[in-house]
């Protein structure tokens, strides 16, 4: 048990409800979160001492490794479990960075779940969701990843949904969209609320009823990082106008936009057309769950 390998994969946020800003100046959200085939890789060799490689197609825009979230995680899990068995982490970046999709949040949780295997800790042991939740407030969520409601600033999480797969085509025109940027675009002071929809606790579990769900509850952030990145409305157009797909919304804070299917065939289509139309853009076909 030298080597452990685990997968970090994208978290999709299917909605995205700001509620309000809190007196400590955090948002309290609703978000029906999903998990992406598309995936960074994280190995854990625990034969070294603690340390981190990055690699990877999007590694050059991860920053400094001294200050990534992999290990933030492994000091959060060593402050909550004294004498752990620590280890040399290698990053393979693959999704792009600060483009709503949790890529650094799902890399430390990957790592908790290395590091909690390695010390023989089980899944659900509460120091790992501790040390989640003082890395970020994506890790907890990130930990077991399957379809959630996510709430509060995200350390409130509902059972799994079991949710039909979603056929989607996620796309990133390569702009970086720093979180604390759009959530200043949005611009709502301590003690603000956003107006619009509550969020509905049932969700249907069939995908026709899961697709007009989703029409009816949006992305509160999609309006104030069109602010800060317009280019993200290209990418929004160009799929709204392909003829497979039923539904096209921004991931979290953005830069990431997904766009929903019928099935496999068609959200392979799209994204092989989306390729050839722009070359540089990150597009991937997968399966939501």
Same mark, same amino acid.
């Given at each position: 048990?030298?080597?452990? $390998? ?25 978000? $029906?979160? #999903?998990?992406? !085939? ?12 603690? !340390? ?21 995680? @492994?000091? *959060? =899990? ?5 004498? /752990? ?19 650094? +949040? +799902?890399?430390?949780? @990957? *790592? ?39 709430? %509060?600033?995200?350390?409130?999480? +509902? ?8 056929? /989607? ?7 970086? $969209?720093?979180? @604390?940027?759009? =959530? ?11 107006? %619009? ?17 989703? #029409? ?14 317009? *280019?993200? @409305? ?18 979290? +804070?953005?830069?990431?936009?997904? /766009? ?7 959200? #392979? ?21």
């Amino acid at each position: 048990m030298q080597k452990l $390998v685990a997968r970090a994969p994208a978290k999709v946020n299917l909605t995205l409800r700001i509620l309000r800003r809190r007196p400590d100046g955090f948002h309290d959200l609703a978000s $029906v979160v #999903a998990f992406a !085939g598309a995936a960074d890789l994280v190995t854990l060799d625990m034969a070294h001492p603690l !340390g981190l490689a990055v690699a990877g197609p999007t590694a050059p825009a991860a920053g400094p490794e001294s200050d990534n979230l992999i290990l933030r995680a @492994a000091a *959060a =899990f060593a402050r909550e479990v004294p004498g /752990a068995r620590l280890g040399q982490f290698h990053l393979t970046k693959r999704l792009p960075v600060a483009a709503g999709i949790g890529g650094g +949040s +799902s890399d430390a949780a @990957a *790592a908790l779940r290395l590091l909690a295997t390695a010390n023989g800790l089980p899944a659900d042991d509460p120091r790992l969701y501790a040390a989640a939740r003082a890395v970020g407030a994506d890790v907890p969520v990130c930990l077991a990843p399957r379809s959630r409601i996510m709430e %509060g600033t995200g350390e409130v999480l +509902s059972q799994p949904l079991g949710l039909p797969p979603l056929f /989607a085509v996620l796309v990133n025109c390569r702009v970086p $969209v720093p979180t @604390a940027d759009v =959530f200043r675009a949005l611009g709502l002071r301590p003690g603000d609320s956003l107006p %619009g929809p509550d969020p509905e606790p049932d969700l249907p579990r069939t995908q026709a009823g899961l697709l007009a769900y989703l #029409a009816r509850h949006g992305n509160d952030l999609e309006p104030p990082a069109l602010a800060v990145a317009p *280019a993200i @409305a290209e990418v929004m157009d160009l799929l709204r106008a392909q003829p497979e797909v039923r539904l096209v919304r921004m991931s979290g +804070s953005g830069a990431t936009v997904f /766009a929903l299917t019928d099935n496999c065939r068609m959200a #392979a289509s799209v994204s092989r057309r989306i390729g050839e139309l722009r070359g540089n853009w990150w597009v991937r076909p997968t399966i939501l769950r």
